[in-house]
């Protein structure tokens, strides 16, 4: 199965990847982070902004723990 798309950790603005709540992804190993969002986005599920500056969720899965 193809990867469907990238997420660059080095633009993430969170120092550490953080273990997401069930209520905003259900997944047992779901994880995630913070980056910028690029010009022009407006507010969704994942993406809020905060006076100049949108951020954007990642959401990512493993299949385990490790």
């Known amino acids: 199965m193809d990867a469907m798309g990238a997420i660059y950790l080095c633009q993430c603005v969170t120092k550490e990847v953080h273990v997401v709540p069930q209520d ?3 997944g047992p190993h779901a994880n995630g ?5 690029r010009e022009g986005h ?8 905060q006076n100049t500056l949108t ?10 723990e490790e």
């Open 42 to 49: 407006q507010d969704t599920l994942i993406s809020q902004s």
């Open 24 to 26: 905003v992804c259900a």
């Open 55 to 64: 951020m954007t969720q990642l959401l990512f899965s493993a299949d385990t």
């Open 33 to 37: 982070g913070s980056q910028p969002q």
